[in-house]
């Protein structure tokens, strides 16, 4: 394993944030800047924003973001074994249907529950 | 023209020039790879100029209008007026911001975008750096993208922006995971993750993967469209009942930055659509780096071209899609490739 390749890696990312800070910076110099209450308040199409937003939303999103973490993770668990699969044989395809079956059983499970409907 | 020989004579000139002010030889190769970093962000810069411009000729003459007219021929020069006018607007920082992460989230989100591009093979032997876990790479610096969303919609204490970062951030992680599975089958035909192997593994049109992997083609272009938050799937930014979504209170630079961000992955997600299933830089008679730039463009082309043949989908519709047709299918594309590729 050649760490070496990762370097530019470093770079990209580097000269990325650096990019978006001297732009900010440069564009800070010759921007207006005239502060008023009106222009500094909440944008709610014009109206005055009532309260903050930092409230309680909808749990929907909590549940499949738990979804996520749970497939995501499995698919991870796939690309070792696609990668090696031609060198496996017919005992890798066996297992990744075994692997497969489960993951589609927790979808099945999942659906039947309705935590897919978005309600 | 191919550019390996210009690179190769950078590289001698780079070498020469550090032996000559004695400095190791492996400030060369850095100074060799910052070179490259600024290429490509140029590169990148010259992208977006052109796919803004390109988007809004194609949704004016979709719409049988004429788009931009005015400024420079066709109105190329459009995007240039927008960039510099958004350059001397007035940053406005709401007060009950959280100023801090309401600051980073533009800089993460253009960060992330543009560190994916380390690893994008534009032509033979044009690529930054050929990591050996290429694409896996991509897909994780990407994800990146959903927290400086998640960021923006939270610190700006805006209704609407908290919905629409929330409504991103559920729409992207739920077609992460169709997309991913539709690249593993590419993979298990490659034996590889790097994006180079990938594409010297589709030699002749006939090897494309797209002929190999139709329906994992198809299922990667529905969530590459839908991770780029783009039309049909734009909910996050339906402007009828979020305005603009999660920079809503961003103003001048700082949306600029999202904005050239959100081209970035439209480039980037039809590169990795090239590279996968169209043979990537491979293609007769032109140079390589051409054929890339044509056939991403191309991809390009195509979605823009849903964004004006498909109505927005409700926020359940999407959801449901994702997770109940094409979760299963990109199943039933790995199980058909199980059993197609054996090895």
Same mark, same amino acid.
């Given at each position: ?119 | ?13 780079? $070498? ?5 002010? +004695? ?23 010259? $992208?977006?100029? &052109? ?31 927008? +960039?510099?006018?958004? &350059? ?8 009950? !911001? ?8 533009? !800089?993460?989100? &253009? ?7 380390? !690893? ?32 923006? +919609? ?41 994006? !180079?192997? $990938? ?52 103003? +001048? ?87 197609? &590729?054996?090895?």
């Amino acid at each position: 394993m050649n760490l070496d390749s990762f370097a530019p890696v470093g770079i990209f990312l580097t000269l990325g944030i650096v990019f978006v800070l001297v732009t900010l910076a440069i564009a800070k110099l010759i921007r207006p800047h005239r502060p008023s209450d009106a222009k500094l308040a909440s944008y709610e199409c014009g109206e005055q924003p009532i309260g903050t937003a930092w409230i309680q939303y909808n749990p929907r999103f909590y549940i499949f973001a738990l979804l996520f973490v749970i497939f995501d993770v499995e698919v991870i668990f796939l690309f070792p074994w696609a990668v090696a699969y031609q060198s496996l044989g017919f005992f890798a395809l066996i297992e990744m249907l075994i692997f497969i079956g489960i993951l589609v059983i927790g979808l099945a499970w999942a659906w039947k529950k309705g935590v897919l409907k978005w309600a | 023209m191919e550019l390996t020989p210009l690179f190769q004579w950078i590289d001698t000139q780079l $070498i020469s020039l550090v032996e000559w002010l +004695g400095l190791p030889i492996w400030f060369a190769e850095l100074l060799e790879m910052v070179l490259a970093a600024v290429a490509v962000l140029l590169m990148a810069f010259l $992208i977006v100029l &052109f796919l803004v411009w390109w988007e809004r000729k194609l949704s004016g003459h979709f719409q049988q209008r004429l788009g931009p007219m005015r400024t420079g021929w066709h109105g190329w020069l459009q995007t240039i007026a927008d +960039g510099l006018k958004l &350059f001397q607007k007035e940053d406005i920082i709401p007060t009950n !911001v959280d100023r801090k992460v309401f600051f980073w989230a533009p !800089v993460v989100c &253009f960060a992330s975008s543009y560190a994916a591009f380390a !690893v994008i093979p534009w032509g033979e032997g044009v690529i930054p750096t050929d990591l050996n876990i290429g694409i896996l790479y991509i897909l994780s610096i990407t994800t990146f993208v959903v927290i400086s969303l998640l960021m923006a +919609g939270w610190s700006s204490n805006n209704k609407y922006a908290l919905l629409g970062g929330m409504r991103s951030a559920a729409q992207i992680v739920s077609y992460e995971v169709p997309l991913t599975l539709s690249v593993l089958g590419v993979i298990m035909m490659t034996q590889s993750l790097s994006m !180079v192997a $990938i594409v010297e593994a589709q030699e002749s049109v006939f090897s494309w993967f797209i002929w190999r992997q139709p329906l994992g083609f198809a299922i990667y272009l529905v969530a590459a469209v839908a991770e780029t938050n783009r039309a049909p799937f734009d909910i996050p930014e339906a402007e009828q009942e979020l305005v603009a979504g999660f920079n809503i209170e961003y103003s +001048g630079m700082k949306f600029a930055m999202f904005f050239l961000a959100e081209f970035l992955n439209l480039f980037l997600v039809s590169a990795i659509a090239t590279t996968l299933f169209l043979g990537g830089w491979q293609g007769p008679f032109l140079p390589s780096w051409l054929w890339f730039i044509l056939k991403t463009t191309f991809v390009i082309f195509v979605i823009i071209w849903f964004k004006w043949t498909y109505p927005r989908l409700r926020v359940d519709q999407l959801m449901e899609f994702c997770w109940k047709v094409l979760l299963p299918l990109a199943f039933l594309n790995l199980i058909i490739s199980g059993f197609l &590729f054996r090895g």
